[in-house]
């Protein structure tokens, strides 16, 4: 999110007298309920990703290739700092989580889900609320 959020200021700055907003599906509650790899099983390529991928586009899917990959910072205060690191520092073989609990079924869901939450977000936007 650090590289969207100087982007959105970015933006804010050309644009003078424009509203800016910026939002990501990871930050949602709901699309969070669905996942069951736990917290280091859904980063790039993981559960949501793949399960959106089996979704929209499964002949993208190569399930034989499916690994756990990642290499999460397991310290208990890890959600209250962020590291930034090199990707390759972080992942070993291109997934960060686990794409074995993908499904094209959860993948309609996580989408669903985004969508949802979207609309009500631009809901808000238009009456104000936000």
């Known amino acids: 999110m650090a590289n969207m959020d100087v982007a959105l200021q970015r933006l804010m700055v050309d644009c003078l007298n424009t509203l800016v907003y910026g939002t990501s599906w990871f930050m949602y509650d709901e699309v969070g309920e669905i996942r069951e790899a736990g917290p280091h099983g859904w980063g790039h390529a993981g559960e949501m990703e793949t399960s959106v991928m089996m979704a929209v586009h499964p002949d ?4 034989d290739r499916f690994q756990k990959d990642g290499h999460p910072i397991r310290s208990e205060l890890a959600s ?51």
């Not at 960060?96 to 669903?112: I, N, S, V, Y």
């Open 60 to 63: 993208l899917v190569v399930e």
């Open 80 to 130: 209250q700092v962020k590291r930034y690191r090199w990707m390759h520092d972080a992942i070993g073989g291109g997934t960060f989580g686990d794409p074995g609990f993908g499904t094209a079924e959860k993948g309609e869901r996580f989408l669903k889900a985004a969508v949802d939450v979207l609309a009500r977000v631009v809901g808000d936007i238009r009456s104000g609320e936000l």
